[in-house]
């Protein structure tokens, strides 16, 4: 297929290699080329624009920072509602607001265009392996059409609903890592002060009642003081923001969240923003 993928960071570089592999055309764009050059190398095609993406891409993939960037590359002059083809699949995997999600749905759909919000979970590791999980919202069928596109990227895609619900769904996934975070910090903590070995300790609980990802696959990069970013802290603060609006408007209080977003927040005004969401045992330390 001739592919399209718009925003090659960590984890969206990642991906493309995934569709590469497969015997796809993909021609991409990205804010920083020099990033993209491995891309390019194994047979992508770099353009200049998303308008020059959107022109050739019979499915289009979008994975950028924040909202704001959604909204640029969605709805901008040089923007892919502008200049997609009917029929083309648009799949925003950025974690971003459900109701941008919605609008981008409602606007394609009067243009022939069909868009789902895929919001994906597992870090810089499960995009290397093809391992993420995908929740995806929009028309099922648009969804069963790129089913199998999706499963190069992940192996836990479930389709959550109407357009949005892929959006609200990675909220409840963020809202539980915010204050897991928190415990596996904690934890290291406690085994270093009561003079045990924090590895010996990961070994004992990172299978039982405890396990998590987090503990798994994070904890040894604290312990290991690695915070190169997986997944960027100034990439959660904003997650963790969205769903803090989200759930003050539905009348929710979750004190874990805004306890994990101080925190995040705090170590962001420190100079952490750049680092991986591990960094977050500093707080501590």
């Given amino acids: 297929m001739k592919l399209g993928f718009i925003g090659t960071g960590v984890m969206g570089n990642s991906l493309v290699k995934h569709l590469l592999k497969a015997g796809h055309e993909v021609t991409i764009y990205t804010r920083t080329a020099k990033k993209a050059e491995n891309l390019v190398a194994a047979g992508a095609k770099l353009v200049e624009s998303p308008k020059q993406v959107a022109e050739v891409a019979e499915t289009l993939f979008t994975m950028v920072g924040y909202p704001s960037d959604v909204e640029e590359i969605y709805f901008g002059e040089q923007g892919i509602l502008k200049h997609a083809q009917q029929n083309t699949v648009l799949i925003d995997l950025t974690t971003s607001q459900p109701n941008l999600a919605k609008r981008i749905f409602e606007e394609a759909k009067q243009k022939g265009i069909k868009a789902l919000d895929a919001p994906v979970s597992g870090g810089d590791l499960g995009a290397q392996k093809g391992t993420l999980s995908i929740m995806v919202g929009g028309d099922e069928e648009a969804f069963q059409e790129v089913l199998p596109l999706l499963e190069l990227m992940g192996e836990n895609i479930v389709y959550q609903g109407t357009a949005g619900s892929g959006q609200h769904t990675k909220m409840c996934n963020q809202i539980n890592i915010a204050s897991n975070m928190i415990g596996v910090c904690e934890s290291l903590v ?43 802290i100034k990439h959660f603060i904003k997650d963790m923001k969205i769903a803090a609006e989200e759930a003050e408007l539905m009348g929710l209080d979750l004190p874990g969240l805004r306890l994990s977003l101080r925190m995040y927040e705090k170590l962001a005004d420190e100079g952490y923003s750049e680092n991986g969401t591990q960094a977050l045992i500093k707080h501590f330390e």
């Avoid at 990961?202 to 696959?217: D, T």
């Fill in 190 to 232: 406690y085994a270093k002060k009561a003079g045990l070995d924090p590895e010996q300790v990961l070994k004992s609980i990172s299978s039982g009642a405890a396990g998590s990802w987090s503990l798994s696959n994070l904890a040894p990069r604290m312990i290991a003081e690695d915070f190169a970013p997986g997944f960027y």
